[in-house]
């Protein structure tokens, strides 16, 4: 897999690329700003874009801002940022651009050797990571604002667990259900949020939307 980093510190930066390097990736570019990392995205047309959401000059959401846009002008290419602490507004904003191939991540997950990995190859591969702290954050404020009060308990155990990115399987094992039971509970949260079969974009990333939103 051909990837571009986007981050400031410069140890951090290196220590990510020696372990992507060492997991048989390749690092196309290794860059410090946002507009470092849109030029490489431009020019090299990776196939992950690891991205710091905060960068100079201010270092506030100039990652962010140019992870969206990478979204946007080159869907194709997985967009996985990191973030020192947990910020549900830039999580939104990203969630936002719709589809798969992107995730969120807390920088302590790095040292997770295993599930970095994983990450970046379900990112990449299309799919969607949510870091399980953001998620929880996220799932507190829901629940005073009682945006998905329709939903059964264990549905709520389920969405959240869909919106970290888990499958169904691993859903299943976490939570001790079947596979049959998770796939009732998912039917039944498509269902209570309107999401029909003929929907006709993705009812999981949808319904892990209408869970971001409230």
Known sequence: MRIVIAEDNVLLREGISRL?????????AAVEDAGGLLSAVAGLHPDLAVVDV??????TDEGIRAATLI??????????????????RYASELIAGGGGRFGYLLKDRVADVVD?????????GGG???????VSQILVRSHKQDGLAGLTEREREVLEHMASGKSNSAIAG??????GAVEKHISSIFQKFGLSA?????????????????
């Open 71 to 88: 979204r946007e002008q080159n869907p194709e290419v997985g967009v996985l940022v990191l973030s020192q602490y947990v910020e549900e």
């Open 174 to 179: 976490t939570l001790y259900l079947s596979a």
């Open 116 to 124: 970095f990995l994983d990450a970046v190859e379900e990112v990449a």
């Open 128 to 134: 969607t990571v949510l870091d399980p702290e953001v």
């Open 198 to 214: 003929d929907t006709s974009e993705n009812r999981r990333v949808l319904a892990v939307l209408r869970f971001l939103d409230n």
């Open 54 to 59: 905060r960068m100079p000059p201010t270092f």
């Open 20 to 28: 992507l390097t060492d997991a048989g990736h390749e690092i196309v």
